[in-house]
């Protein structure tokens, strides 16, 4: 492995820690929620409103600033150096911040139309606590624009344990909101707290800019800038094919609307949000290392494409394995993060089943998210684009077809479904453009981590069954899920090991590199 490839897995690492930290407070941020409100009213009503801001902000500034932004920022870095980068960020910004307060009042001023849109089937009481909440959370729609925009500085200077970081300040804020304020200010104040953490978010990177030498300057040359207008072209079909995700999440939540009087919008929240907790830990955390580094490989196509693929390699030998076990205890762990307070065994249920469904989907999301990478590292947004409207039609099509039949599972397994073949229409044309003989080997490899991945499942379901009592303490269950946890760990290592799997040995001889070195 050489000095720079083992220098982006140290920075993966080190994402991956710091970013596990904010999963974990992210994940006792949902656990007070369940345990406070359940899949209730206030519950469905707070996700949904909570939700709206978001599909905003991942439509349209999401794209700017990971998949235009970046690229045009070391393009100015690159040949004319800071100072024309930091001019160019400062115009951005400028422009971002313009957009996103006007975006912010036309969402508060048409609050309850919006609110209509997401979740048609919520009875008047839950419509109108949704509206009132929303003209609270919109305002959120401003502090992502300006903090990802800090985001994409820093890590154009291969800086990410600030960003990494932002999601711990955010959680934590939350966090202490259920602690000492909930009983007194119930789900308005938890509304301002959530506005309180995204501004923290955007606060919280200042210092590092200001070490870095940026200092932002409020602008209006980005009419005459040719970067500016560089990132508007490039941002348009960037921007349309990652409406992809929040489209399809507004089409699962609108079909949930009418599960359970409105409940099966929490559910399927509590599910994706776990979910992606799980895999956001490994993929976000890859993507955010190595997407600075594609932007500035793009002459060199083939270790663009060399990069990719060893990525989604790596990314597999992790994912498939995880994508087995949290099929095989969705049940067990839903019901050791989830059920307690207002959340009901019956809750732990529906919820699980959406989990075990959603996990179907890891992998798929894991080639989205690097392969869209490589296609906006050379400014296409085109392809993303095509893929990611085909993943949307077969969404609708899949959610109309098993809503009735599974419910909120039926709804995540349509998700699943539609993300891996998003994957797949992002790979197929990625292996035309760059031929290299080490895909059939990946594809060797595929199959190998499947069969161990199920040697671990038959090793697991056992152990799961054995010392799994859903009525014992909570110490016990823990017990179990992390004995079970742990044997499928060591089981899926060594068979992989026997397996002689490529992306196992390469990451053994990396670690022992590493403890060499530090020895």
């Known amino acids: 492995m ?98 996103t307060v006007i975006l912010t009042l036309v969402g508060i001023v048409f609050s309850s139309e919006l609110s209509a849109l997401f979740a048609p089937k919520y009875d008047t009481e839950t419509m109108l606590l949704t509206s009132k909440l929303l003209k609270i959370m919109f305002p959120t729609v401003v502090f992502t624009g300006i903090a990802y925009s800090f985001v994409g500085i820093l890590q154009s200077f291969d800086e990410f344990t600030i960003p990494a970081a932002l999601s711990i300040v955010s959680n934590g804020i939350i966090i202490l909101y259920y602690i000492f304020f909930n009983d007194s200010f119930g789900i308005y104040g938890l509304s301002f707290a959530l506005l ?20 932002y300057k409020f602008s209006l040359g980005f009419r005459k800038d040719d970067s500016i207008k560089k990132v508007l072209v490039l941002m348009l079909p960037v921007m349309i094919s990652t409406w992809v995700q929040p489209i399809n999440l507004m089409i699962n939540s609108r079909f949930a609307s009418g599960l359970y009087n409105g409940a099966g ?46 990525t989604l390699r790596i990314l597999s030998f992790i994912i498939i394995p995880m994508t087995a076990g949290t099929m095989v205890l969705s049940n067990q762990i839903i019901t050791l993060i989830y059920q307690r307070g207002d959340f ?13 469904f959603f996990a179907i989907g890891m992998l798929g999301y894991g080639f989205q998210i690097i392969i869209s990478r490589a296609f906006y590292a050379e400014q296409n947004g085109k392809t993303p684009f095509i893929a990611g409207l085909i993943s949307i039609v077969i ?19 349509a998700s699943s479904i539609s993300s891996t073949i998003y994957g797949l229409t992002l790979y197929i044309p990625l292996r035309r453009k760059y031929k290299n003989e080490d895909v059939n080997g990946f594809a060797l490899s595929i199959l190998k981590m499947i069969f161990c991945a199920a040697v671990m499942v038959c090793a697991v379901i056992p152990v799961r069954n054995l010392l799994w009592d ?32 490529y992306e196992a040995e390469t990451a053994f001889n990396f670690v022992k590199k590493v403890l060499k070195k530090k020895s």
């Open 265 to 310: 919008v929490s559910v399927l929240d509590y599910a994706n949000n776990l979910y992606t907790i799980i895999v956001g830990v490994f993929v976000l955390s890859v993507a955010n290392v190595i997407f600075p580094r594609l932007s500035r490989m793009t002459a060199n196509k083939d270790s663009v494409f060399q990069t990719v693929i060893m």
């Open 470 to 501: 859903a009525n014992g303490s909570m110490l016990m269950k823990i017990i179990s899920v992390g004995a079970s946890v742990m044997v499928g760990i060591i089981v899926y290592i060594l068979t992989c090991k026997l397996t002689k799997l």
């Open 344 to 356: 009901t065994a019956e809750s732990t249920l529906l919820t699980s089943g959406a989990l075990m």
């Open 196 to 215: 309180l953490g995204w501004a923290m978010q955007a606060i919280m990177q200042i210092p590092s800019l200001i070490k870095k030498g940026y200092r």
């Open 2 to 99: 050489s000095e720079n490839n083992e220098k982006a897995v140290r920075a993966a690492t080190m994402m991956m820690i710091i970013t596990l930290v904010g999963k974990i407070l992210g994940l006792i941020r949902d656990t007070m929620l369940a345990a406070n409100y359940g899949i209730s009213m206030e519950a469905n009503a707070f996700q949904t409103a909570s939700r709206i801001p978001r599909v905003f902000f991942d439509a349209i500034f999401a794209s700017a600033i990971s998949a235009s932004f970046i690229p045009i920022f070391n393009e100015n870095l690159e040949k004319k150096g800071k100072k024309s980068a930091f001019e160019f960020s400062n115009k951005f910004i400028t422009l971002i911040a313009i957009v």
């Open 395 to 413: 969404n609708i099509i899949l959610c109309a077809l098993l809503v009735d039949k599974m419910s909120v599972s039926g709804l995540a397994l």
